[in-house]
């Protein structure tokens, strides 16, 4: 067949409307023209003849090979084969969980053919077969991970069937979790934003283009998910070269769309972003798809800012097979959609204008058929990761942050006048982003001042507490810049920047609202390369004031509970009480490969008795390493942020009664120092554990039951504990003395614990 025939084929299907059963209002109806802004003055129509409009870039016609066509089909018919080996195999026991990517393959193979396998970035969600293997996966690699094999390049056996990861083909590792990928995808394109406009970082940044673009997928119902507007906001307001595909099929598991989304039509709602270029497609017909996706990403690979695709498609099987759509789905609706089905649409367009015959198409069948079959049999036979491998690149395997390469504690010469917490913590982020041009600081109200214009006219916000003062200033709004006001923003796209190779250290205002941010956290940030066998990471370091005794703080500035934190694995959670030891601890967080929650007590920023001269710039604390901050032989007080201070005091006060209290300061409470712990609670045989949390369920039980099991026969008492009550904190000091842990609460369990 002659490609000149092929093009009219080509053209025929795109003049096409999708029947009416398919709601072709919501597929071919073209996007409403924005409402002119209001002016004082009408504004005459030009005489000449008006360009293109900037939102919808000029695109050569599509031309199509046969051999292309018959590709499309082959890799949309693999897709949908490959789904239904899964469905075979779980039904015979030999994979564990299957979830398809049915009905969406046509806009998923059009996306891959206009993309570029490791040249641009992809975030796709689990639907995405048909794209991965556009992009050069096989259906191997794919039936390694159902069976969970360790040679599965996704996650090496530790992630369910379709969530998919190549580094090779820049795939970053997906996770559960619907919409998290969307904030990380903007904050990988936001990494090649700041590369263009810091010169250092372009030697520095592997696998850099200048002209790259990123994908990410999400369906209709992660559209309800509030980190897609904030996705949105930021792709737009900084103009990322991020293509948004939403990929509809009408039901988030059982949920209808106009249950989810006002008035049913997500594209309606996102038509008043600046910036954003929006296309309505037939994501079931893949030349409709093709011709739709090489406008979005032309538009973006141009630097005109982001493209958001509304892609109609339709889901033949059930959400998964833990779902039986039968259940809440109408038959006639399942019929209905049965007749847009990829395969059989674009199947009979090729036979009916003589692409192909059916017996070529059959013929293309059995091969695959065959191609599959042969992979699933050497999947199984693919063994699974040793038992022993269970921890492996839970923390980064190259870089230690509890050695001694990072300890330079012993040798440290101090210069300077004391400063405060405030002070050195500053002092080793001025330090650090001189060494490193790699590191980027943002959060709420860091900069000095957003509007350059303004910046030699005013002093400079610097942050909420001044810890980030004239960063700004000194190395430029490239690299010092604010966030929006939402926390699952900030720490979203710091995982995207630091798996494009940038170094984030980013600053959650207050402790009391890092929880926006904890889904990002815990289920993002700490197993990113845990989950991708260590195909990617994400080292960053996560600023936090914490922390009460504020006078005035309340329930929501006096917030301590760090408990949650240290026991996601993963993560590393440091907490000085003092200024030295702040400045050495930050600067091992920033030089680190794993992430990070550096804690700083809100109370001790600017406390006098904490203060300390500067250190040098090579001055390091090792992760994992106390610090004995008192002799004693009677008993011990484990502990850590502002109790040890208070500690301190009722040590005192306890001496002058002729008790010696030894005080440990854990300053890194995961990893802890349990020799430290040990050490002592051998030596004094009694011991206190002392902290700001609830006194149920926080960070000191840990501590307190392993002392119990593993030290039980050095111990002449119980372990004895001294927390704040089991309440929230009050805003009237004379309430918020008596929840908050007090140095007298301090000195009368040391009293009772010598007296047992």
């Not at 003055?41 to 409009?53: D, E, F, G, I, L």
């Not at 917490?421 to 900069?447: Q, S, W, Y």
């Not at 610097?462 to 699952?488: C, D, H, I, M, Y």
């Not at 712990?677 to 002392?690: F, N």
């Amino acid at each position: 067949m002659s490609d000149l025939k092929v093009l009219r084929l080509v053209k025929k299907s795109e003049g096409e409307l999708p029947e009416k059963s398919f709601t072709a209002q919501a597929v071919a109806a073209p996007e409403p023209k924005p409402a002119a802004p209001p002016s004082i003055q009408p504004v005459p129509p030009p005489k000449t003849k008006p360009s293109p409009a900037r939102n919808k870039p000029q695109q050569p016609k599509l031309t199509l090979s046969r051999e292309e066509m018959l590709k499309i089909f082959r890799t949309i018919y693999q897709s949908r084969r490959l789904d239904d080996k899964e469905i075979q195999m779980k039904g015979q026991n030999r994979i564990f969980f299957q979830i398809s990517g049915a009905g969406h393959e046509a806009i998923l193979v059009a996306a891959g053919m206009c993309l570029k396998p490791g040249h641009d970035w992809f975030y796709p969600y689990y639907r995405d077969r048909a794209l991965c293997l556009q992009l050069g996966m096989t259906p191997l690699e794919m039936l390694l991970e159902s069976v969970g094999a360790e040679a599965d390049p996704n996650s090496h056996g530790r992630q369910m069937p379709s969530h998919w990861g190549h580094k090779k083909l820049n795939i970053v590792s997906q996770s559960s979790p619907t919409g998290t990928q969307l904030l990380q995808a903007v904050g990988c394109a936001e990494a090649g934003y700041r590369v263009k406009l810091v010169k250092e970082l372009k030697k520095l940044i592997k696998r850099f283009r200048g002209d790259e673009v990123v994908y990410v997928s999400l369906g209709d119902g992660t559209s309800s998910e509030g980190e897609f507007w904030e996705a949105l906001n930021t792709a737009c307001n900084l103009k990322l070269p991020v293509v948004f595909l939403l990929e509809d099929n009408g039901y988030a598991i059982s949920v209808p769309v106009e249950v989810q989304t006002a008035g049913g039509d997500i594209s309606r709602l996102v038509s008043g972003f600046p910036n954003l270029y929006r296309q309505r497609c037939d994501g079931t017909d893949p030349i409709a798809s093709l011709q739709t996706m090489r406008r979005a990403v032309d538009y973006c690979r141009k630097g005109r800012g982001p493209s958001f695709v509304h892609a109609k498609v339709i889901r033949p099987y059930s959400h998964s097979l833990s779902d039986d759509e039968k259940l809440y789905r109408a038959e006639t609706e399942r019929v209905a959609d049965a007749e847009h089905d990829p395969i059989k649409r674009f199947g009979s367009l090729l036979v009916q204008d003589g692409v192909a015959s059916q017996d070529e198409l059959q013929q293309l069948k059995d091969e695959v058929d065959r191609e599959i079959n042969e992979a699933a049999d050497a999947a199984l036979a693919s063994p699974q990761p040793a038992p022993e491998t269970a921890t492996h690149f839970v923390y980064s395997p190259t870089v230690d942050p509890t050695s001694k390469e990072f300890d330079t504690e012993d040798q440290v010469e101090l210069t300077g006048n004391p400063g405060t917490m405030v002070d050195l913590i500053n002092r080793c982020l001025h330090t650090e982003m001189k060494r490193d041009p790699r590191i980027v600081v943002f959060g709420e109200d860091i900069a000095d001042c957003s509007r350059e214009e303004a910046l030699d006219l005013v002093k400079g916000k610097g942050g909420v507490f001044k810890v980030t003062a004239n960063l700004q200033r000194e190395f430029g709004s490239a690299r010092v810049f604010n966030s929006p006001l939402a926390e699952a923003n900030i720490v979203g796209r710091a995982i995207g920047m630091a798996t494009r190779g940038l170094k984030p250290v980013v600053e959650i205002q207050f402790f009391d609202y890092i929880w926006p941010a904890f889904h990002q956290i815990r289920n993002e940030l700490a197993v990113m390369r845990w989950r991708s066998g260590n195909d990617f990471s994400a080292p960053v370091v996560m600023r936090v004031p914490v922390g009460g005794y504020l006078k005035g703080g309340a329930i929501y500035h006096s917030q301590s509970g760090v408990s949650i934190f240290t026991q996601i694995p993963g993560l590393r959670v440091i907490y000085p009480s003092n200024a030295l030891d702040a400045n050495g601890l930050l600067r091992t967080s920033i030089r680190c490969d794993d992430p990070v929650l550096f804690l700083e007590h809100k109370h001790l920023y600017r406390q006098a008795y904490n203060k300390s001269p500067y250190p040098p710039d090579e001055f390091m604390i090792p992760f994992g390493k106390a610090k004995k901050v008192r002799e004693g032989t009677d008993l011990s007080i484990i502990t850590y942020g502002a109790l040890v201070q208070r500690s301190f005091v009722a040590a005192r006060e306890a001496e002058k009664q002729g008790i010696s209290v030894e005080i440990i300061d854990l300053r890194s409470l995961s990893p802890y120092d349990w020799n430290a712990i040990a050490e002592s609670v051998k030596k004094t045989s009694r011991v206190i554990v002392a902290h700001e949390d609830s006194l149920s369920f926080g960070y000191g039980a840990e501590i307190a039951a392993r002392i119990s099991n593993e030290l039980f026969e050095h111990l002449d008492a119980p372990v004895s504990r001294v927390a704040a009550l089991d309440t929230f904190v009050a805003y009237a000091p004379q309430l918020e003395d008596a929840i908050l842990p007090q140095v007298a609460d301090v000195l009368k369990a040391i009293i009772a614990l010598k007296s047992y």
